[in-house]
């Protein structure tokens, strides 16, 4: 079984910076790609960003330019680093590790995050 445990969420102001930190553990063979995607209300969930073990990332439109992905992969963790926030970024950013052996996808419980105007 996989813990999937995010933290660093929070309320900013338009313009401020907030980081994210994503930590997979349990029993672990090794983790392939790690992600965030977040669920604003009344909205479908979306990708935000990926990171593969190589390190090749991937972003939203959107966030693009202002936040970035990063690992840990000896600690199993990965990072959301989000500059420039803006009021379209609230929501809950959820994290997710795919282990790589059965490719099973495992989520955490989700972190809030709110950027007032």
């Known amino acids: 079984q996989v813990q999937v445990v995010e933290s660093g969420g929070g309320l900013v102001q338009a313009g401020g910076s907030l980081r994210l930190s994503c930590k997979a553990s349990?029993?672990?063979?090794?983790?392939?790609?790690m992600g965030w995607h977040r669920q604003a209300p009344g909205k479908q969930r979306e990708l935000v960003a990926r990171?593969?073990?190589?390190?090749?990332?991937n972003y939203a439109d959107s966030v693009k330019g202002r936040f970035t992905i990063s690992r840990d992969n000896a600690k199993n963790t990965v990072y959301l680093q989000m500059n420039s926030l803006k009021p379209e970024d609230t929501g809950v950013y959820y994290c997710?590790?795919?282990?790589?052996?059965?490719?099973?996808?495992?989520w955490g419980q989700g972190t809030q995050v709110t950027v007032s105007s």
């Open positions: 990171i593969t073990s190589e390190g090749s990332t």
């Open positions: 997710n590790a795919r282990r790589t052996y059965d490719n099973a996808l495992y």
């Open positions: 349990g029993i672990i063979v090794s983790i392939n790609d």
